[in-house]
């Protein structure tokens, strides 16, 4: 949120000034002591806890800033969230009633996270162990090994990588397959009920973990091509180049928990709808629940036995 620069890589600045016209409006940055995260808002209301760990020690100052960010629009509303937290949370006889006591639920934090939209090419060698299994004459069966390589060139479009390390990838992963056709222009006055993570990891330090998660998926196809019933891999030798990087920002729900001193993470993409709720699971809860289950189910087959 402070210029272009930021939303574009250098090699793409010069195409995004001619279509940015900028907006100033008083920018509210928070900062939370308790978990680092910082977060932007142009609401005039002061928000008083942090979005992420749901602590109330954070810090407000003001400051004039541009608004206009590449994002994709919030196409689900507030009610959609609070709709499946009611069917997977208030109506899961499993889930602890002082869990559910919290009146938490019209605390949602509608939310654009900053991410990497990046096209990445992975290419170089990857080595696998081949094995066949044969049975001599003696009936023993021996494992024969082969060295096979593999010569992979692949271009993966669209990857998007998480900014937020307080945001754990895995969950991220689970909800973040947006439709970036709709990725624009926004300008932020126009809905100042959003907050804006600032991003807390660069480029250089997600490559790796960009790398992993790739890395997997190059995998698994360039076995199939290994001629051999056992394949193991022995060695990856290959690189990866980012391209037409850009930042962009992703439209989610978000509403953390505090429950038992663990923090509770429910998050819904705001473009499909598709969600992530950590949920507790109560053992007084359980326990009853299972009770009422084999009543019910020796009830029915009483009554059942009985009149049959
Ligand atoms: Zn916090």
Not at 238 to 250: D, G, L, P, R
Request: aromatic share 12%.
């Amino acid at each position: 949120m402070t210029n272009e620069e930021n939303y574009w890589n250098d090699s793409l600045s010069e195409e995004v000034d001619a279509d940015v016209f900028e907006t100033e409006r008083t920018c509210f940055n928070y900062k939370c002591n308790h978990c680092n995260t910082i977060f932007l808002s142009f609401a005039d209301n002061k928000i008083t806890k942090c979005i992420m760990c749901n602590e109330d020690d954070i810090k407000c100052s003001s400051s004039i800033e541009s608004v206009n960010v590449f994002a994709i629009a919030f196409a689900k509303v507030l009610n959609d969230f609070i709709n499946i937290y009611k069917k997977k949370i208030f109506w899961n006889p499993l889930v602890p009633i002082k869990f559910k006591r919290k009146k938490i639920i019209y605390s949602v934090s509608k939310v654009y996270l900053p991410a990497f939209l990046s096209n990445i090419n992975q290419k170089g060698l990857i080595h696998f162990i081949g094995g066949e299994k044969e049975t001599k004459e003696d009936k023993r069966v021996e494992t024969k090994r082969y060295n096979v390589v593999e010569r992979v060139y692949f271009d993966y479009n669209d990857i998007l990588i998480n900014t937020i390390s307080k945001l754990d990838d895995k969950v991220f992963q689970t909800i973040c397959d947006y439709d970036f056709s709709n990725l624009k222009e926004v300008d932020s006055s126009d809905d100042l009920e959003i907050s804006y993570l600032v991003k807390d990891i660069d480029i250089t330090d997600v490559s790796e973990k960009t790398r992993g998660r790739i890395a997997k998926q190059t995998i698994s196809i360039a076995a199939q091509n290994v001629p051999h019933s056992l394949k193991k891999l022995k060695a990856d030798e290959t690189s990866i180049t980012f391209a037409n990087t850009k930042e962009v920002y992703v439209p989610i729900y978000l509403l953390n928990v505090k429950y038992k001193n663990k923090l509770y993470q429910c998050i819904m993409n705001g473009q499909n709808g598709k969600f992530h709720f950590d949920i507790p699971i109560g053992i007084i809860e359980t326990i009853i629940f299972s009770l009422i289950i084999f009543c019910l189910v020796f009830l029915i087959s009483f009554l059942i036995v009985y009149f049959l």
